[in-house]
Structure formats: structure tokens, C-alpha cells
């Protein structure tokens, strides 16, 4: 493998079977075989860094889509043992642009799940930390529990934040900039849950009305939805959108993610931008496979 590639080929391959013997009679029952392969890729060339760009973010700059790809976590498949999220964010042409960890501890994942606090930090192909991604712990059994998800960039300066609105019919964040002020809107479906239906998150301008992107999860399979939470989700924008703005929709991604996906783990809710078939996502003509 190439040194510039820097990315190990991951093999992955469970398999459970079952033999049930009844008098004499056997019949062998394999419950599931899941075999997934992550190929190596190549990390997204650097653009040249404009003096007035957030350091770190001039790989947003002339993006338009952005894929995220949850990674599989041998130990979650093996034991269902929830471990810390991992995301490889990549472009429409399959390089990697940024990898987003979450840092938690087992007690908070295992005793909190999706309500334990969003702590995610997206570092660039040199390792250095771009991007820094916050939300305190949530109470979901709280009536007027509303979520605010803040983003740094570099880490320790804000640059924008996720808010949710209170709405009984749908769900609905603002996106604002470092100022406070609204600068996008996402609106969810009424109804987020559903077996196997198709549902995007769209994302409006500052007016409300304008769509200009959508977040949607990508549908990976019966085995992969119900066993493990690697998952593919496509996030769309305006190319020429403000970068720090850019950054707080992949915010928002991160979000709805944990808020719902998360919380409905056997339903699969979110349309996804392109169609999916053995992990290859199409978007307006470019394909891309993770």
C-alpha cells in the first residue's frame, strides 16, 4: 500500500451459524454472514489557504457534497459493546477529507447512549484537529429538552452552532454563525421513524423557503442496520457557502445522527441523496464507493 494512502485495507467478516439437531434430524441455521471491505483511499489534495479561511477549512472550500461513512467496529459487531464513533467524511470523489472520532467513556455509552454528550473532533491527513464538535449531556424525557450542538474551528474557537427549535409536528435546528445569527434552517420529516422508508433532513436558506441541500442517510442493508451503526449519510450544499457555515451543517449531520437515527436503531428514516447499491453512492451523475 502506498505511504501517501496512509489508510489500511480493513477486512471484516462475521459469521454466526446455528445447528439444530431434533431426532435425528439436522438442519444447519446460518442467522447471519456479513462480509464488508473498506479499500484504501487517498486523502483529499490541499487547496491552497485563503488569509480570511478558518485554518483547516480550506478543504471545504470548493465542496458541494461531503460523504459520511461510519466506521465498523469489530468489538460493536462481535458483542454489541457500544465503542466510540469513528466517521471517515469524504468528498463526491471517494478522498477523505477529514476523520471525526467521538471521545467518550464506556460508563457514559453504556449507561446514557444517545443522551450522553456529543464530544467529536475532525482532524486533516496530518492529524492536526480542525474541526471540533460539542453538545452537553441531553434528557429526552424532558418535555422542553432542546438540543445546541457548538462547533470550533480551530478547536477552542467558535465558529457557529447547531440549535433545535421546540416544535411538536417535526423536528427544526437553526444553524447559526460565531454572531448568533440564523444563517440556515433544517427541517426535518413529520413522522422520522419508519421501517425501511425514505426521509431526508432538507436545508433551507435564511429565509426558509429556499432549499439548497438536503442530509439523508444512505441505506446499507437489513444485516448492517439491525447489527451494527456504520452507516452512510450524505450531506449537500451550496459550493459557494461560507466554509465556517459548511462546517456546522456537517454539525447538524452529527446531530440528527444521535438524535434520531441513533435513538431508532431498527428503523431506517433518512433518504439517502444518491441510490444505493453494495455501498456505491451516486449523486447527480458522479459516483462515488466507499
Known amino acids: 500500500i502506498d505511504c501517501k ?22 438442519t444447519q441455521l446460518v442467522i447471519w454472514t ?3 471491505h473498506l479499500t484504501p483511499r487517498e486523502w483529499m ?38 465503542t466510540n464513533n469513528k466517521y471517515a467524511v469524504c468528498n463526491r470523489n471517494g478522498e477523505r477529507v477529514y476523520f471525526a472520532e467521538e471521545n467518550s467513556d ?6 446514557y447512549g444517545s443522551e450522553r454528550p456529543i464530544n467529536i473532533t475532525a482532524v486533516d491527513m496530518y492529524g492536526n484537529p480542525v474541526i471540533h464538535f460539542y453538545r452537553e449531556m441531553t434528557c429526552s424525557s424532558c418535555f422542553f429538552n ?28 437553526n444553524l447559526k454563525n460565531a454572531a448568533g445569527d440564523s444563517m440556515l434552517l433544517i427541517r426535518g420529516p413529520l413522522v422520522t421513524t419508519g421501517f425501511f422508508s425514505n426521509v431526508d433532513f432538507q436545508v433551507f436558506g435564511s429565509d426558509g423557503q429556499t432549499e439548497i441541500g438536503k442530509i ?15 452507516d452512510i449519510f450524505g450531506v449537500s450544499f451550496p459550493g459557494d457557502l ?41 449523486w447527480n451523475g458522479h459516483h462515488t464507493t466507499v
Not at 479561511?53 to 467496529?73: A, I, M
Not at 464506556?106 to 449507561?111: F, L, P, S, T
Not at 434520531?260 to 433518504?271: D, H, P
Request: with cysteine; net charge negative; charged share 20%.
Open 5 to 26: 494512502q496512509s489508510l489500511s485495507l480493513i477486512l471484516i467478516t462475521v459469521g454466526w451459524s446455528q445447528v439444530i439437531r431434533d431426532s435425528g434430524f439436522e
Open 34 to 36: 456479513m462480509t464488508t
Open 45 to 82: 489534495t490541499k487547496p491552497m489557504e485563503p488569509v480570511s479561511c478558518p485554518r483547516g477549512l480550506e478543504f471545504l472550500l470548493n465542496l458541494d457534497h461531503l460523504l459520511v461513512h461510519q466506521q465498523k467496529e469489530p468489538l460493536e459487531v462481535w458483542t454489541g459493546f457500544e
Open 106 to 111: 464506556g460508563c457514559d455509552r453504556c449507561c
Open 146 to 173: 432542546v438540543q445546541v450542538m457548538n462547533v470550533y474551528s480551530p478547536p477552542g474557537c467558535l465558529i457557529g452552532s447547531v440549535e433545535q427549535d421546540f416544535t411538536f409536528l417535526y423536528p427544526k435546528y
Open 216 to 230: 439523508s442517510k444512505q441505506w446499507g442493508g437489513l444485516l448492517r442496520e439491525m447489527f451494527t451503526d456504520a
Open 242 to 282: 461560507d466554509v465556517s457555515m459548511k462546517a456546522v451543517v456537517l454539525a447538524a449531520c452529527f446531530l440528527i445522527v444521535r438524535a434520531f437515527f441513533f435513538f431508532f436503531k431498527n428503523s431506517n428514516y433518512c433518504l439517502p441523496i444518491g441510490r444505493h447499491e453494495r455501498d456505491e453512492v451516486s
